[in-house]
């Protein structure tokens, strides 16, 4: 059973504007922040934007003034709006919860493609 649930994902072409979106199941307890993180082939995962359930927002420097992270209307949802999307963007874009326990779930991922 999966437990975090991404859409949105895709193919555009640069500049181009994708959204995705994130639910967590209600098998997941005591969620205080939620967040997308992103690994191109060969590379790292690494912070792509964060959201904490007070709303504080968290940003890697890479995507400061496109992409905007905000909370979905129902519970534990994320979504993450992309816009001037760029050929460096490409990459599988995980959904990520943080528990108060210490832990941290994932969801399956969902690519993004940028190419002309």
């Known amino acids: 059973q999966e437990q975090l649930v991404e859409s949105g994902g895709g193919s555009v072409q640069p500049g181009g504007s994708l959204r995705l979106s994130c639910a967590a199941s209600?098998?997941?307890?005591?969620?205080?922040?939620m967040g997308w993180y992103r690994q191109a082939p060969g590379k790292q995962r690494d912070l792509v934007a964060t959201i904490t359930r007070g709303g504080v927002t968290n940003y890697a420097d890479s995507v400061k003034g496109r992409f905007t992270i905000f909370r979905g209307n129902a519970k534990n949802t994320v979504d993450l709006q992309m816009n001037s999307l760029k050929p460096e963007d490409t990459a599988v874009y995980y959904c990520a919860a943080d528990r108060l326990d210490g832990g941290r779930s994932w969801g399956q991922g969902t690519q993004v493609t940028v190419s002309s």
């Open positions: 209600a098998t997941i307890f005591d969620i205080y922040r």
